[in-house]
């Protein structure tokens, strides 16, 4: 739970340091112009402090930017550039007048066939928009004798740092035939156990949580061989231009870049039918696909996904910066969670931090759930707070013979309004282009892992039966109340704008979080590891908010003073109320199953339909863990 490395894949909003670049097929940023960095301020400081303490910052910030600058410069790649390029973009968001929200129109409609091209006669089965994450669901509808092509902006290679993951989401990759046994322990590259939540005075530890790292490099290499092997059809250095959906499929445009070995047809088969632009020496070529299936896998930024949400601003970030480094004193264990000091009311923010052990030293992450806003602290100065904690957090005099191979920062967007309802018919977003993640951790490779399974079997199915409305393909991205829940408790752990810290207990955060996993951890495993892995379920939540009704009154109060929020308070009880509906329809549904199996097995379509909805039940009240 809140576990950044578990679920990786960093679909950031930002551009990072050299193996940590962005792993979509969205079309670069325009110029971006540079915003002023700014802290917002309690209402309750007078001008003149005001002003006083601005001197201060402005001292302090240019002191820590040159920490920064210099502490980078010495890292492999030298990342500060990427930094600097990083804040233009979270400033950008943050100034940016949801008012005036818009998305470029990238997909559109047309109620005609698709227009008769001597040089595109055949159509594929489904077309994968974003290859880093997008490979593993495209290969899994491969074995499974579906026509597939892969789209990447880049070369489809993993980036050095680790994806954590608990060993037995590993599985899921071995039964849909993506990975073998001895792939799985070759791609595991670190193991370790305990892992512990530390916040306030109470303290987890257990064991076999997220306590696993995968090295991407060789893993994607692994499922790239095998994808070519069967028969698909890889594009790299290839963007997604536009799609044109017709009645009777999908034609796609991506501009190739010239230069360089950039497709890759299919070792073990023909792959796909490609039309290419002649274009002048140098430029990219356009080249065009069919498909009956679109699939958006080019992260949280995907134009795509950005034209079915109108171009919304998330509601809420987390913002990250840490490092994979040598030096640090060695870990007895992970955290998962650590929080101990208060809330900055000068930067209004709750950090909490992650160590986990990795192949070449340790990793440490910093962050803070937050709204991105006018004023909001920038990634340079919260990786100058991050250098300036570091040695407190990890028991160190100082980082004096730390040597720091990785560095990293940036943010992953959260919309409340999630999983995302696709534009037009013929298309399913998923990975962070949907959203169904949960708003607590950083989506990626995790997400994939828990809904690759269900994925992969709906888009079967739905290729089997004809099933190509919006209406229907929503089915495999449903309403989740497992994942709206999580977009609340963010809210507990998190700071917005315009709430005011006059009068209020600036550990109020680690206190309510504190005094929950101390209820869950006298509950005992059952209760409390579901909750660390981002399962929400029924049994759980109510045995926990019923003890916190009970015990504790007086801090659910002054957690609700707190958070100032009566839209939080009326999604979370949305979301635990649905949590407990769908935990009972999954019951029937498991119980009746037999019977509309039975009925309707002349009629795929109803079939496929009764098969979604039993699944949005399962998952959407947290049923699909494994034990």
């Not at 929200?101 to 990238?106: D, K």
Request: aromatic fraction near 8%; include cysteine.
């Amino acid at each position: 739970m809140w576990c950044l490395p578990a679920n990786s894949g960093l679909h950031l909003a930002t551009s990072l340091q050299p193996g940590l670049t962005r792993s979509n097929n969205a079309p670069s940023p325009g110029p971006l112009k540079p915003s002023a960095v700014r802290f917002l301020l309690c209402g309750t400081t007078c001008k003149s402090t005001q002003h006083s303490r601005s001197a201060q910052r402005a001292v302090s910030s240019r002191k820590g930017a040159g920490k920064v600058q210099e502490t980078l410069q010495r890292v492999p790649g030298n990342p500060y550039q990427s930094l600097q390029s990083a804040d233009k973009t979270w400033h950008q968001l943050c100034n940016t007048d949801p008012r005036q929200a818009s998305a470029r129109t990238v997909v559109t409609e047309h109620k005609t066939p698709l227009p008769q091209t001597a040089d595109l006669t055949s159509t594929q089965d489904v077309v994968v928009l974003g290859g880093t994450l997008g490979i593993f669901l495209a290969t899994a509808l491969l074995l499974r004798g579906k026509s597939v092509t892969v789209v990447e902006r880049n070369a489809l290679l993993g980036r050095d740092q680790e994806w954590n993951i608990s060993k037995a989401d590993m599985q899921v990759f071995v039964e849909v035939g993506v990975l073998t046994a001895a792939e799985v322990e070759e791609v595991l590259v670190t193991e370790f156990n305990p892992v512990r939540i530390a916040i306030g005075d109470t303290e987890i530890m257990t064991q076999d949580v997220l306590n696993c790292g995968v090295h991407p490099k060789p893993l994607l290499e692994i499922v790239k061989q095998r994808f070519l092997a069967a028969g698909g059809t890889l594009l790299e250095g290839a963007a997604f231009q536009e799609a044109r959906v017709h009645s009777d499929g999908v034609e796609i445009s991506v501009a190739v870049r010239a230069r360089g070995e950039q497709r890759a047809g299919g070792a073990g088969g023909a792959g796909a039918q490609l039309q290419v632009s002649a274009a002048a020496d140098g430029a990219d070529m356009v080249t065009k696909m069919r498909c009956k299936l679109m699939v958006d896998a080019m992260g949280a930024f995907s134009p795509i996904a950005a034209q079915s949400r109108k171009g919304a601003k998330p509601d809420s970030v987390v913002l990250m910066v840490g490092s994979c480094a040598e030096g640090l004193p060695p870990c007895t264990h992970a955290d998962l969670l650590y929080s101990v000091t208060p809330i900055d009311r000068e930067r209004q923010l709750q950090l909490f931090w992650e160590v986990f052990p990795a192949r070449d030293g340790q990793t440490t992450y910093m962050f803070a759930y937050t709204d991105p806003t006018p004023g909001r602290l920038s990634l340079e100065d919260m990786f100058a707070e991050y250098l300036r904690l570091l040695p407190e957090y990890r028991s160190c005099e100082n980082l004096d013979g730390v040597s720091m191979k990785r560095a990293f920062f940036g943010f992953v967007p959260n919309w409340e309004d999630s999983p995302l309802k696709a534009c037009t018919s013929r298309l399913v977003h998923i990975g962070d282009a949907s959203g169904n993640r949960s708003a607590l951790s950083f989506a990626g490779f995790g997400a994939i892992a828990r809904h690759l399974r269900r994925l992969t079997n709906g888009l079967e199915g739905a290729l089997d039966a004809g099933v190509f409305s919006k209406q229907a393909l929503q089915l495999l991205q449903p309403h989740s109340p497992a994942i709206s829940i999580t977009a609340a408790m963010q809210q507990s752990m998190g700071t917005r704008a315009g709430q005011s810290f006059k009068d209020i207990d600036d550990q109020i955060i680690n206190k309510y979080i504190g005094a929950s996993f101390a209820e869950m951890k006298v509950m005992g495993e059952e209760v409390y590891k579901p909750f660390m892995q981002d399962y929400m379920q029924a049994n759980s939540l109510l045995r926990i908010v019923g003890t916190q009704l009970i015990k504790s009154p007086g801090l659910l109060v002054g957690m609700t003073n707190f958070m100032q929020s009566p839209k939080a308070g009326a999604l979370f009880a949305t979301s635990f109320s649905g949590i407990l509906w769908y935990d009972l329809m999954f019951k029937v549904c498991k119980y009746v199953d037999p019977l509309p199996r039975r009925l309707l097995k002349s009629r795929p379509k109803m079939l496929w339909r009764w098969d979604r909805m039993c699944e949005a039940f399962e998952y959407g009240s947290a049923n699909d863990i494994k034990q």
